[in-house]
């Protein structure tokens, strides 16, 4: 049973930081690219950051740049964003999805992060 679950979440202070994880099981973790999302309350989904495999490259959207950094262990099966500096404009609910040619396209139920004084 292929399963994504997106952990990690919760309230922080402006400036706080989070690390979310994304666990996989169900598939071969190692072939697929991970991507996060977002998406706030009356929003669309929108793309965060991307981390491919094996080599580990990673993008980010610009308001993640220099914020979120992206990152993997494949002997773990996990995902990883951690997330510096938030803003209330961060909070929203973020999705990890697992994506490979030709394969499948996984998504995780999504934990919400809230950055609130």
């Known amino acids: 049973q292929v399963q994504l679950v997106e952990s990690g979440g919760g309230l922080v202070q402006p400036g706080g930081s989070l690390t979310l994880s994304c666990a996989a099981s169900?598939?071969?973790?190692?072939?697929?690219?991970i991507r996060w999302y977002r998406q706030a309350p009356g929003k669309e989904r929108e793309f965060v950051a991307i981390?491919?495999?094996?080599?580990?490259?990673?993008n980010y959207v610009d308001f993640a740049k220099g914020r979120f950094t992206a990152s993997r262990d494949n002997a773990k099966n996990t995902a990883f964003l951690q997330m510096n500096s938030l803003k209330p404009e961060d909070t929203a609910v973020y999705y990890c999805n697992a994506r490979a040619t030709g394969s499948g396209d996984y998504w995780g139920q999504g934990t919400q992060v809230t950055v609130s004084s």
């Open positions: 169900g598939f071969t973790f190692s072939r697929y690219t």
């Open positions: 981390i491919t495999t094996p080599s580990g490259a990673t």
